[in-house]
């Protein structure tokens, strides 16, 4: 039985915990917070419950897979889910508006073809055909197996199978990006482009640099669906503490670890905020990369070979709102409000055509022109779940907005009053039914998180150089391992558990271990 120190009480490190303790080892999860679930956080006040991570589930195999494998009881004994029907209404720019199903390619098929005429929906079904190749392609190599030493077989191969470009003198050319994946096989058509790059968007991608195999994100959720918790998505955060509770994990909250102690070139316990050290055969640590490098005092985290952590990464803004009034009958669970102004969202998240993804030589907004920081009409993601815990009675709603923003950004009330304005287009009566808000800034999860400026990590993806790629769950340091969205595979509620099912792997049958089966 192995000693092991897990730094942090995110779902990463949580899913490492219970398969961990299942396996024989003495676990214990030291949390600098005072409570469990890293960004998967809820607010409550007055009766009101808001998530302030997540919202929705996707993938919700790894969970079920976690809980099959650290006891018999199931998921869905520990956390209702349903599944959201519909998935999600986009609103479109020029006013046009879609409800596309949950988990039904032929459905979307049919409200496309229903709201954006006869050729959307088969341009969008030849896109997902092409999209479910390039998720074959990777998803063992970047969903359940550790990364590969060679990952440069990742970064140079484009999964994507894109459709050939005739263009002038013969020369023919494959999209390489989404936005170009957009422009040459959804015809550039406006809305459709909306729909796909909201997808990379909301990720925290760039569109206009980020690879063609992106695809893969809205392949996912209209194949496998988006699903939710009764009491939040916050529910799956405890169930998961619970059940590493029944399994003995010990936890220790408000229990900073500021050291990694090392000894013989190993990693060998760590040293906590009071000068207490304990010992450790493994340490596994759910933080951000820079808090990490700063845990291990000068010594390098990865190798000069491996894959180096991305940055320069964009965060969220989320606003709380309490509303008096119920929840209309027939309101969709999400709803997508997206931008009239493409290139200002684009231009003030991610400056000018860079990308912050692209080891940090993209162009800031400064030097590219456009205005830093919240977008004038950012795409805005509306939340309106139709879950009793999070009211007083049924005679008022609670609604979440969230919209993408450049990391460490200063947040206004001018710019909380220009979502909240933005949301009255799909809310009736809001401003007479407004109670309260709240807002959470990117210095609110930099506090949460740790991440610096409160950046958010994207899931993993192949192609471009390896630049969207994340370190991997094994260190440069003998003994110590990465787990959550800051490495392999990246950012997402189904990724960080899956990151916690590899670095469980890597710590019981060692190097060998090859991944789930």
């Not at 003198?169 to 909201?198: C, S, Y």
């Not at 959720?221 to 998961?240: D, I, N, P, S, Y």
Request: with cysteine; aromatic share 6%; hydrophobic share 40%.
């Amino acid at each position: 039985m192995a000693r092991i120190v897990v730094i942090g009480a995110g779902m990463g490190a949580m899913t490492a915990a219970a398969r961990l303790a299942v396996a024989g080892h003495r676990v214990v999860v030291h949390e600098r917070a005072a409570t469990y679930g890293g960004a998967l956080r809820r607010v409550e006040r007055d009766g009101f419950g808001f998530d302030t991570g997540p919202a929705v589930l996707r993938l919700p195999a790894v969970y079920r897979d976690l809980f099959v494998k650290t006891g018999k009881q199931p998921l869905e004994d520990c956390v209702e889910l349903s599944q959201v029907e519909p998935a999600v209404r986009h609103v479109f720019a020029d006013g046009t508006t879609t409800d596309l199903p949950n988990a039904s390619r032929a459905g979307v098929v049919e409200a496309l073809d229903t709201a954006l005429g006869a050729d959307a929906g088969a341009r969008w079904a030849a896109f997902m055909n092409r999209a479910r190749d390039a998720w074959d392609r990777t998803r063992r190599p970047l969903l359940e197996e550790p990364l590969w030493p060679n990952w440069q077989v990742l970064a140079e191969r484009e999964p994507y199978p894109s459709a050939v470009q005739k263009r002038l003198l013969r020369r023919e050319r494959r999209a390489a990006t989404l936005a170009e994946v957009a422009e040459f096989e959804l015809g550039g058509e406006p809305r459709l482009t909306a729909l796909l790059e909201h997808f990379a968007l909301t990720s925290g991608l760039d569109p206009r640099t980020a690879p063609a195999s992106a695809a893969v994100l809205p392949y996912m959720e209209q194949t496998f669906g988006t699903w939710f918790a009764r009491g939040g998505m916050r529910a799956l955060a405890t169930a998961v503490y619970e059940r590493c509770l029944a399994r003995g994990v010990e936890f220790a909250f408000e229990s900073a670890v500021v050291r990694i102690v090392e000894k013989d070139g190993r990693a060998a316990g760590v040293e906590l905020a009071d000068g207490t050290v304990v010992d450790a055969d493994f340490v596994v640590a759910g933080v951000a990369p820079g808090a990490l490098a700063r845990m291990l005092s000068g010594t390098p985290v990865h190798a000069p070979q491996d894959v180096p952590p991305q940055s320069g990464l964009p965060s969220r803004l989320t606003v709380l709102l309490a509303l008096r009034g119920a929840r209309p009958e027939g309101t969709p669970h999400r709803t997508v409000l997206h931008t009239t102004d493409r290139a200002d969202e684009l231009d003030s998240v991610f400056g000018g055509s860079g990308d912050p993804g692209r080891s940090g030589g993209h162009r800031s907004a400064e030097s590219s022109g456009a205005r830093p920081g919240v977008p004038t009409i950012p795409t805005l993601t509306v939340l309106r779940p139709d879950d009793p815990t999070a009211t007083p009675d049924a005679e008022h709603e609670a609604v979440t907005l969230t919209a993408t923003v450049p990391a460490g950004t200063d947040v206004t009330e001018t710019d909380v009053r220009r979502l909240i304005a933005r949301a009255g287009t799909v809310i009736s009566g809001l401003d007479d039914r407004l109670l309260w808000h709240e807002v959470r800034t990117p210095a609110d999860f930099a506090e949460t998180t740790g991440a610096d400026g409160g950046a958010v990590p994207p899931p993993a993806l192949a192609a471009d150089g390896g630049r969207r790629l994340h370190p991997a769950n094994s260190t440069a340091v003998t003994g110590l391992y990465a787990v959550g969205g800051w490495s392999h595979p990246g950012g997402g509620l189904p990724h960080a558990g899956m990151s916690g099912t590899l670095v469980a792997g890597l710590i019981v049958e060692g190097p060998e271990f090859r991944g789930s089966q």
